[in-house]
Every structure is written in structure tokens, then in C-alpha cells.
């Protein structure tokens, strides 16, 4: 379901000890499996799609999502990282472009807040909201992460002056920690529906569970079949050896690491998976940056950032490798038309799919960046549907797991993420940040 070739890259690896790295890669795959690295009561996420597969919480969020859909022409999901990211790459990768224009009670639109502090956003999207049928998922692990907290207040009390207190109870669903934070004492007080994300399962490891699960069901896709696609992607990964995608993805861009390379630039040729990428770069950055170690990751959608960030990619500073992802088949089809004046001189594309267009660009990129001395690395899938997308997200997060524990830090904790919250807390006179709040203002 997904090849992987990194046959164009070996030419740029001149100075790297291939063998120490096949030792940490083999190292890192055991630690894994065996469950004996880094965080490892965060690996929940190892087993997620075979275990929602056989339990019986499939048809428990089919049966919330058909009644949310049920109720509104639009389903706001509250998160933010790896509570949010997971299912919007999802739903924009499967979804028409132009939803956004066309949506209806029993076809909702998902749209997305407290990932942010925009204080326009959130009267645009009261504005929104005062004129629309609605519900809201809030999705928290903590329960406690102050960037969905504010939009939930805000949403929840108009939501509840819109319908009723009890109404809004049917229209407002909690995804939470089993029994501590804030959010679960206010979903326990209002009786909401409440799914619960497991104890072993980080944010960023959760679009399996209901927190991607149930706004991709209310978005109407698959989702029996997306852990399905995962299900045969974990028996590829768990596999030791040449056919694992997971182990030769972590391998190269670790070779390319310590051959100097800092940045990987993960590029799509969709514009209906940037959202994918966005997915990616939270769970690398947030997985992989500790320690004063790791790949940068960045994004960019081609051919639309050909021509802003191509320049750069061509001719920039040496430091960064890409990695393309594929898609062999497009979901709809369309040809370039013939003209007969041909006035605009395209009538060498007539009868062509756009995709096939697109390949060559595609295919055009990459010799020009080879050309260029930038690293590339491809990775094909034969189509967006749900279970390549199922694969594609087990086969990164498997990866990325091996990739960290490479580098020697835990994939699985994010200890820098709280410096800026602590600071901001201290700004906004939380109480019990008082000295840190006098230390930072003698700095301003
Ligand atoms: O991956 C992570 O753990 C983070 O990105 C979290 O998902 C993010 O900070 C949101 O946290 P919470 O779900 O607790 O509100």
C-alpha cells in the first residue's frame, strides 16, 4: 500500500557509518516491539487498530456521529495539536475542496476552534453559528489545555442559550481522560456522551481513537475502514526487515540526519493534504525536537509552493532533504481540453489527465532538486481513500517512534511545550505564578 524508494539518495550519504545505524535501527524496532524504550506507557497506540476493530466502540461513535449529523449543518471540533490535527488531515484529504459551500443538516460541516487565541475568529464563528444548526465535540486529554477551554466556555454558553440547557446536553459530546481534569467533572455534571482517550495513548498518537474517529465519522467517511488500513500497516511494521516501509523511512532520514541534514521538507502535490502534512509536522516536531536534537520538519504543497518556496529549495542554503509523497490515481477525473485555434499553445497536453500533468511536475521537481544537491526521497501511495490513509498515518507514527528512539529521546513526551504556557499563565496573573510573573517583567 505504500512503496517507499530512497534509491536517490544513497549518493548523498558519502560519510555516514552505515552499519552503526543498522544497529540502532535494529535496536530501536526491538525496544519498540519488546516495549522497553523510552515512555513506554505510551504505547497504547501500538495496538489501537486492531483493538477499536474488535471492541464495540466503532458502532458507539457510528451511532454519536449519526446523531450529530443528524442535528446540525455544522459540528465544531475544540482542540488543538494532536487533538485536532489528526482528523481535519483526514477529513480534508477525503473530502470535496469546496465543502465549506456546500454543506446541510444530515451532511455537516466540520469546523475547527480553540486552536488558536483569535479573538476575530471566535466572533466570525458566533456569527457563524447564531444562524446555523450546530453541535460541538470538544476534544481535551488533559482536560485542562487553556486554548480549547476558552472556546468551550464560550461555545457551550451559546450554545446552551440557543437551545436549552438540556438540548444542548444532546448536541455537545466530551472526549476526555477516563477520570481527572476539568473537562471530565464538566461532562460528569452535564451528562454529555463522553468517549474516553486511553491512559497509554498521547495526543498525537490519538487520531485512532475517538478523537479523530468520531469528527471523521460525522464528516461521513469510513472509519472501520481506515483501521483497517492501519491494521495491515501494523502487521507490515511489526515485522522486522527489509519489506518494513517504517524501518527504511526512519533509517534514511536518520542517515541524512548525521550526514548533515537538519531540516526535512515533507512535500504533497494535493492541496488536500496540506492538512496531512500539518498532521505530520506536529507529530515529528513534538516527538523527535528534545535534547537539542532532531529534524526540523517542514511542509510544503507543490506545484503552488514551486513558486514561492522552490527558489529556496533549488538554490537555498545545503541543509534540508525532501521527502514527496505520491498519490499513483486521483479520485476524479478530468482531461485538458483540445482547443482548436490553440491559442495559448497547450494543445501538446490535450486529452492528458490533470494527474498525469501533475506527475511530471512531480517528476520534473525531483531531478531539478537532485540536480540542486537536495536529497529526495519518494513515497507512493496508489490513492487517497480511507485505508492507504489508515496505513499512511500507522506507518508514520510507527516511524516515528523508531526515528526518535535513534536519536535517543522520548517520542512520547513533550517537556518543552510547558515553558510557554507557564510563561503565559504568569502574564495573564493565573494564581500561583506570581514570582515567575515579577521574574519576567524585570526582563521585558
Ligand atoms: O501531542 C500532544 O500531546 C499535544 O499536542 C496535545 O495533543 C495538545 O497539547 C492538546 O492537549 P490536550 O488534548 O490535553 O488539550
Not at 202 to 228: E, H, K
Not at 391 to 409: K, T
Amino acid at each position: 500500500m505504500i512503496t517507499l524508494d530512497d534509491k536517490r539518495v544513497k549518493s548523498f550519504l558519502k560519510e555516514v557509518d552505515f552499519q552503526k545505524y543498522d544497529t540502532k535501527l535494529k535496536k530501536a524496532h526491538s525496544s519498540l516491539i519488546r516495549r522497553s524504550g523510552k515512555g513506554n506507557e505510551f504505547l497504547g497506540w501500538l495496538d489501537l487498530p486492531d483493538m477499536m476493530l474488535d471492541s464495540g466502540e466503532l458502532t458507539e461513535i457510528q451511532k454519536v456521529a449519526d446523531r450529530l449529523k443528524r442535528l446540525s449543518e455544522i459540528v465544531v471540533v475544540i482542540g488543538i495539536g494532536g487533538s485536532y490535527l489528526g482528523s481535519r488531515a483526514v477529513i480534508e484529504a477525503l473530502g470535496s475542496n469546496f465543502k465549506s459551500l456546500n454543506y446541510s443538516k444530515g451532511n455537516p460541516l466540520v469546523v475547527y476552534a480553540g486552536h488558536q487565541i483569535g479573538e476575530d475568529y471566535m466572533v466570525d464563528l458566533l456569527e457563524l453559528l447564531n444562524n446555523k444548526e450546530y453541535s460541538l465535540i470538544i476534544i481535551s486529554k488533559s482536560g485542562t489545555t487553556t486554548e480549547p477551554a476558552i472556546a468551550f466556555r464560550i461555545l457551550k454558553n451559546h450554545c446552551e442559550q440557543k437551545y436549552g440547557k438540556t438540548e444542548a446536553q444532546q448536541r455537545i459530546v466530551a472526549i476526555t481522560d477516563a477520570s481527572k481534569g476539568a473537562l471530565k467533572s464538566v461532562a460528569n455534571k452535564e451528562n454529555y456522551s463522553t468517549f474516553v482517550i486511553p491512559d497509554d495513548v498521547g495526543g498525537r498518537f490519538s487520531v485512532l481513537t475517538a478523537v479523530g474517529l468520531l469528527p471523521i465519522a460525522v464528516s461521513d467517511f469510513d472509519v472501520s475502514q481506515l483501521c483497517l488500513g492501519a491494521s495491515q500497516m501494523r502487521k507490515t511494521c511489526l515485522e522486522e526487515g527489509e519489506n518494513n516501509p517504517a524501518m527504511k523511512y526512519a533509517l534514511v532520514r536518520n542517515l541524512l540526519y548525521a550526514q548533515g541534514y537538519k531540516i526535512e521538507l515533507m512535500v504533497n502535490y494535493l492541496p488536500s493534504l496540506v492538512y496531512f502534512t500539518e498532521w505530520w509536522k506536529q507529530l515529528y516536531g513534538e516527538s523527535e525536537g528534545k535534547e537539542n536534537k532532531g529534524l526540523f520538519p517542514a511542509g510544503v504543497s507543490f506545484s503552488t509552493d514551486l513558486h514561492s518556496m522552490g527558489q529556496y529549495v533549488q538554490q537555498g542554503e545545503r541543509h534540508l532533504f525532501e521527502t514527496m509523497i505520491w498519490v499513483e490515481k486521483a479520485q476524479k477525473k478530468m482531461l485538458v481540453p483540445l482547443d482548436k485555434e490553440n491559442l495559448d499553445g497547450l494543445n501538446f497536453l490535450a486529452g492528458k489527465s490533470i494527474n498525469e500533468v501533475n506527475e511530471k511536475a512531480f517528476i520534473g521537481t525531483t531531478m531539478a532538486h537532485l540536480d540542486g544537491q537536495v536529497p529526495v526521497i519518494h513515497l507512493r501511495i496508489p490513492e487517497v481513500n480511507e485505508k492507504t490513509l489508515g496505513a499512511l498515518i500507522y506507518f508514520y507514527e510507527f516511524a516515528c517512534a523508531l526515528s526518535a528512539y535513534m536519536i535517543d529521546v522520548n517520542p512520547f513526551d513533550q517537556p518543552g511545550v510547558e515553558d510557554y504556557k507557564e510563561n503565559m499563565f504568569a502574564m495573564l496573573n493565573k494564581p500561583g505564578f506570581e514570582t515567575l510573573r515579577s521574574e519576567l517583567i524585570k526582563r521585558l
